[in-house]
């Protein structure tokens, strides 16, 4: 339930910092708490081949997506430098270095994650919005 003074946008923000709050914690259930069960996540574009970048669709293939992640990346900092907000959306700039693991190669750049809310205020689609091709030529070994 919103809070009657926190616009439905405000309360979307807080649940998106809320979010990155708990990744940061390692808290992968506190993550899973603010997403709808049937959560539509990076459908939107092609993975590439990158495990991290799979579609996926509900908690559990958000959970897989996590597991994904931490065989893939070493996040070495993540920083949220904005956020953007229209209607049932949130958008998030963030400054990203990762280690791409068994290539040791590092890659800093910017991306922007693109949280879509229901009317239930659950996150119902995620989206990673981000040039995968300098990522793949990474995970490959190659620099771009």
């Known amino acids: 339930m919103v809070d009657p003074g926190v616009t439905m946008s405000e309360a979307n923000v807080e649940t998106v910092q809320g979010i990155y709050e708990a990744f940061g914690r390692g808290d992968v259930p506190g993550v899973l708490g603010a997403l709808a069960e049937d ?54 700039v963030l400054k990203i270095s990762v280690e791409v693991m068994g290539t040791g190669i590092v890659d800093d750049d910017i991306e922007i994650h693109l949280w879509t809310f229901d009317d239930a205020g659950q996150v119902c ?20």
């Open 39 to 92: 959560v539509i996540w990076d459908h939107d574009t092609p993975s590439w081949g990158l495990p991290w970048y799979e579609p996926r669709t509900g908690r559990n293939g958000v959970s897989e997506f996590f597991g994904a992640l931490a065989a893939g990346l070493v996040i070495h900092s993540m920083e949220p430098t904005n956020f953007l907000v229209g209607a049932n959306l949130v958008g998030v």
């Open 125 to 144: 689609r995620f989206a990673h919005v981000v040039d995968r091709h300098p990522m793949v030529a990474r995970f490959r070994g190659q620099t771009p």
